[in-house]
């Protein structure tokens, strides 16, 4: 009798193995491969639009592609002016985030002028309903489909032609042609690109909400991503009401921009003017806290790096952070050792983003180390103190992107004095601020000293 044959398949990459291996050999991430039936798949590579011969750039007559406003303004944000026809958008994020809610208000909104559905693999028609009802959704009209299956969806999809559908969550549905299990890699890969091929064929816009983090801890995020047109993910921590969306892969607008929401009893706020929001309410002056005027997209945004520094119980001292980079938090504090003279090899080291907010940019590099060395001297630093600036690893302070932009956040809130790459300093200082340029280190370091 012949063995019934089984692949390993990468839950993170969706790579695939004969045999079984601690390590995806694609991917690299450990304990992901798990087993499944090898299946002869439907051809996978039919292409997304019908090809004509070849083209000359210059001749193809390229439409400029019409906008679907959602109706919340932190949500165009973030996709770059709305929808577009035939786009397919990712949401992901942690369950309870809030995908869900915000899909549905958008629906809302969008439903007074265009076409809608939405499918719901999660919920029953009763607790999307109910939801509606919470948000004071009533009088809005929006079509509903609880389905899980693929080629219902699909069919209902080219019968109804709506011109924007949400699809609530990819991870639960499944296609017949395919035997494993509904969320398996095989599944929700089949799926999304089953779906992708009816947007781009059809013109609908597509929203596919999935179950994932950004550190994919659930099937093929990966995958994905290079399926759709738009991945963005919901960001926040759950205890604070606020909700961020961030893009983090759009062929129709700009990445890295930030939808700002809080969490009401009635849904989803947008905040128009998030800047202030993630400085901690405290005015006391305490030791290991710096404020950085980070630029988030278009808009710039100051957030409260918070330092501790205290001697390492082991000999191997901890380097933690909430909202940075460790690895750039490694480098710093190299660099604070070499060209600035202050040794952290015999301290634990924790930093954090006040609010539940990710920093990316090296921008914030100057405010980390500003917040380690007022913890080390147990010395605060001024209130109404800002910093921004990238520290390269010759202790040079870098300039950074839109440096007249940060500064003039920072004087409308009120910070009147702050230390910025000299590189960055505008001719024109605004009102009632005094702004020291650096260009080294050490500068920045002898500053403190005179405070
Ligand atoms: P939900 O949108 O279902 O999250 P997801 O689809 O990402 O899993 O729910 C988000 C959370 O928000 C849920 O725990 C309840 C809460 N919530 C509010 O605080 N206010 C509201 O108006 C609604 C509808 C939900
Ligand atoms: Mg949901």
Redesign the pocket.
Same mark, same amino acid.
């Given at each position: 009798m012949s063995k019934e044959k089984t692949i390993y398949v990468c839950q993170a990459c969706g790579g695939q193995t004969s045999k079984w291996q601690g390590q995806c050999p694609h991917c690299l991430a450990w304990n992901s491969l798990t087993e499944t039936a090898a299946e002869s798949g439907p051809a996978r590579f039919r292409p997304l639009a019908a090809t004509g011969g070849i083209q000359r750039l210059t001749e193809v007559q390229a439409r400029e592609t019409a906008r679907l406003a959602t109706g919340l303004a932190e949500f165009d944000r973030v996709l770059g002016g709305g929808m577009v026809e035939g786009g397919v958008v990712l949401l992901g &994020?942690?369950? &309870?985030?809030?995908?869900?809610? @915000? #899909? @549905?208000q958008a629906l809302a909104a969008m439903s007074a002028r265009h076409k809608t559905l939405y499918v719901s693999g !999660? !919920?029953s028609a009763d607790q999307v309903a109910l *939801?509606a009802r *919470? @948000?004071g959704l009533t009088d809005a009209d929006i079509p509903l489909l609880t389905e899980i299956r693929l080629e219902a969806i699909l069919a209902t999809l080219t019968a109804e032609r709506p011109q924007i559908a949400v699809i609530?969550?990819i991870q639960t549905l499944y296609t017949e042609q395919l035997q494993s299990a509904p969320g398996s890699v095989a599944q929700v890969r089949e799926c999304a690109q089953s779906l992708t091929r009816h947007a781009k064929a059809s013109g609908t816009a597509l929203v596919l909400?999935g179950?994932v983090t950004k550190e994919g801890a659930l099937a093929g995020p990966r995958v994905l991503e290079h399926i759709v047109d738009t991945v963005l993910y919901?960001e926040g921590d759950?205890a604070s009401?606020f909700r961020l969306i961030r893009a983090f892969k759009n062929r129709f607008g700009a990445v890295n921009e930030l939808g700002v929401f809080a969490?009401?009893? *009635?849904? #989803?706020k947008g905040v128009a003017n998030p800047s202030a929001l993630f400085l901690a309410r405290d005015t006391r002056e305490v030791p290991g806290s710096c404020v950085v005027v980070a630029q988030e997209g278009t808009r710039p945004l100051l957030v409260e790096i918070q330092a501790l520094v205290d001697s390492a119980a082991s000999p191997n001292p901890r380097r933690l952070t909430v909202g940075l980079d460790p690895n750039r938090l490694a480098m710093l504090l190299a660099v604070l050792h070499r060209h600035g003279g202050i040794a952290c090899y015999d301290q634990d080291v924790f930093v954090n983003a006040v609010g539940g907010v990710r920093i990316n940019e090296p921008a914030a590099d100057l405010a980390v180390l500003l917040a380690v060395v007022s913890s080390f001297r147990n010395k605060p630093l001024p209130h109404k103190l800002a910093a921004f600036g990238e520290v390269g690893l010759g202790g040079e302070v870098r300039p950074v992107q839109r440096g007249q932009e940060r500064l003039k956040e920072a004087a409308k809130l009120g910070f009147s004095q702050v230390l910025a790459p000299r590189a960055n300093l505008p001719r024109q200082i605004p009102a009632n601020m005094s702004v020291q340029g650096v260009g080294t280190l050490a500068e920045a370091l002898a500053y403190l000293r005179d405070l």
């Open positions: &994020g942690d369950p &309870g985030i809030g995908k869900s809610t @915000l #899909l @549905l !999660e !919920e *939801r *919470r @948000l609530d969550s909400v179950h919901f759950t009401s969490m009401t009893d *009635r849904g #989803l």
